[in-house]
Structures are given as structure tokens and as C-alpha cells.
């Protein structure tokens, strides 16, 4: 194993969360493993994001096929008895410290007890000098780069069928956002032994939002050019922000 390598190999799989028309951002996840120096490719899959016809009773379209498709992500690795999965989104960017410090960071996943890892995450949090991963309790917003292990693996299946199979409002949580689903799962389940990364291995790369829609400047070719490049300079800063 390469120093390079150590993430992205430490996983039995990693899926990809990625709409089958995205090409540029699957294009720019194709990139960003690079970085970490992928080896064995058959550990990292594209995976065919879910696009519903409608919301139904979710917030919105967009939430709905965020949802069955991290649904449909843990059914596979459930299938395939994986002993644990990584589950990325499209926009991921990583940082430059996951970057560094990859071969520290798996060595630290592989000595503590988890069920559940943030990589990635929006929390603020105060700097430790205990490592790189804490025991987090509280709720999560995004789930944009998260890991599971095989027990938790099959509990959140049966969690998130529980919740396409209640009404909206439910008070043991009907359809809401998936990463509102992992807080209410962990919230519910306090025996589920959760980690989060301080820093954050991973943030969300600027790119335009198919739930939101194409600003009209991104439709207009040269304008979408200049955008894309501010885009880029955006997301070095962002990389180097998160150290």
C-alpha cells in the first residue's frame, strides 16, 4: 500500500453518488481520486443516482433522490455482506490535510471502535490535539462524505425503509433529508458509536445544483467558461482553507 493509497483502499467499497448526465462532475471526482492515489480501482464505483418523477411527500425533488440513493447504496452494501462502504458525493472536494495525511488518518480508523464516520461535514469545530477523529453525539447537517461499518450498515437500511414507510411529520421521523435521517437514526440509536473528522476531510465543491437549477449565466457558453474558472480558484481556496 502506497502512502498515496490508504483511504480509498481501507474501504471493502466506495460508491460515488453521481447523476448519469453530471459528466462534469464525475469528470471532477475522476480528478480529485487521483489525488489521493488510487491503486485498486475496482474499490471506487460510480454509482447511478436516483431522480424520482416527483417529491412525493419529501421536501423536494432533489431530497428524495439524495435519500433513495443513499438508500439504494447501503441495500448493495448490505447485499454484498460488505464489512464497511464509503459513500461519496459528487461535489466532494477533498483537503489538502486528507491529501497529506491519509496513511495517519486510516491508521487511526483502524484502532478506534465506529459504527458510523463523518470524513466530511459544516461543523465548527474547536481544534484537538487527541487525533483526528472524536466521538461526535450531536445531530449532522450534510452527508456528503460518510462511512459506515457493517452494523451499521444494516441498521440504517432498516431505518430508512422505516422512514419511506411513515407519513410526513411522524414523530419516529417520516420522509425528511437523508442526512436529517442519519441524525434521527443516531439520536434514536444512542449505542451507535459515531466519529467525525476534525478537520473536515471533505468539503462541497463549487459547482451548479441540478435540485436548484443552472443560473442563466451558466447556460451562456463563454460566461459558463469564465464561471468554471472561477469555480476552480474557489476551490483551491477552499482546499487550503481546510487544513
Known amino acids: 500500500m502506497t502512502p498515496k493509497s490508504s483511504l480509498l483502499n481501507f474501504f471493502d467499497q466506495s460508491y460515488i453518488i453521481n447523476l448519469p448526465e453530471r459528466i462534469d462532475r464525475r469528470r471532477k471526482m475522476k480528478q480529485e481520486l487521483k489525488m489521493l492515489g488510487l491503486v ?6 460510480f454509482f447511478s443516482a436516483i431522480k424520482p418523477a416527483d417529491k412525493g411527500d419529501f421536501p423536494g425533488l432533489g431530497a428524495r433522490g439524495c435519500f433513495l440513493s443513499h438508500l439504494a ?6 447485499r454484498k455482506n460488505l464489512d464497511n462502504v464509503l459513500i461519496m458525493e ?15 488518518i486510516v491508521n487511526e480508523l ?9 470524513l466530511g461535514h459544516g461543523e465548527n469545530l474547536v481544534g484537538s490535539t487527541k487525533g483526528v477523529f472524536q466521538i461526535y453525539s450531536q445531530p449532522l ?18 431505518a ?4 419511506l414507510s411513515r407519513p410526513p411529520g411522524h414523530p419516529d421521523g417520516g420522509p425528511m433529508h437523508v442526512d436529517g435521517a442519519y441524525s434521527t437514526f443516531r439520536m434514536q440509536h444512542p449505542e ?4 467525525i473528522a476534525n ?44 487544513t
Open 192 to 195: 451507535i458509536t459515531t466519529l
Open 40 to 45: 485498486e480501482p475496482s474499490r471506487v464505483a
Open 160 to 163: 430508512l425503509e422505516a422512514v
Open 141 to 158: 447537517i450534510l452527508a456528503h462524505f460518510v462511512a459506515f461499518n457493517r452494523k451499521a450498515i444494516a441498521q440504517m437500511v432498516d
Open 110 to 118: 483502524q484502532q478506534l471502535n465506529w459504527d458510523i464516520a463523518y
Open 90 to 104: 459528487d461535489d466532494l472536494l477533498f483537503t489538502r490535510f486528507l491529501i497529506q495525511q491519509q496513511d495517519e
Open 73 to 78: 447504496v447501503l441495500r448493495e452494501a448490505e
Open 199 to 242: 478537520p473536515s476531510l471533505g468539503t462541497q465543491r463549487s459547482s451548479p445544483s441540478n435540485i436548484t437549477g443552472y443560473k442563466w449565466f451558466e447556460t451562456a457558453p463563454v460566461l459558463a467558461q469564465l464561471v468554471g474558472v472561477a469555480r476552480s480558484v474557489k476551490d483551491l481556496q477552499k482546499r487550503k482553507t481546510f
